[in-house]
């Protein structure tokens, strides 16, 4: 069966970077498209990043584009998101998710497999 696992998550300063990862299996990761998504405290789930099963190619969200860097390694069934330049308003709990249809989206009901959720808080 399909399972995701993230990790990475942690205490980070502002101006900090952190790298998440997420542990794929179950199924062929070139064949999903892979989100990445958060939610902070009293605020509705964000999308901010994802890696399309057509091509490999990569959309972010406004607020994080220029600072987040997402990737996958297909051979390790692995996907990551490189975050730079943290801001205190990155703090959420950072989801990865995947989904064989779609292939280009930044909204979580478009994904129907979903990880356990890491926590990132960006503080001095």
């Known amino acids: 069966q399909v399972q995701l696992v993230e990790s990475g998550g942690g205490l980070v300063q502002p101006g900090g970077s952190l790298r998440l990862s997420c542990a794929a299996s179950?199924?062929?990761?070139?064949?999903?498209?892979m989100g990445w998504f958060r939610q902070a405290p009293g605020k509705e789930r964000e999308g901010v990043s994802c890696?399309?099963?057509?091509?490999?190619?990569?959309y972010y969200a406004d607020s994080v584009k220029g600072r987040f860097t997402i990737s996958r390694d297909v051979a390790k069934m692995m996907v990551y998101l490189q975050m730079t330049s943290l801001k205190p308003e990155d703090t959420a709990v950072y989801y990865c998710?995947?989904?064989?249809?779609?292939?280009?989206?930044?909204?979580?009901?478009?994904?129907?497999?979903w990880g356990q959720g890491t926590q990132v808080t960006v503080s001095s």
């Open positions: 890696i399309s099963n057509r091509d490999g190619s990569t």
């Open positions: 998710a995947a989904d064989p249809a779609t292939e280009v989206s930044l909204l979580g009901n478009e994904y129907d497999y």
């Open positions: 179950g199924f062929p990761l070139d064949y999903y498209t």
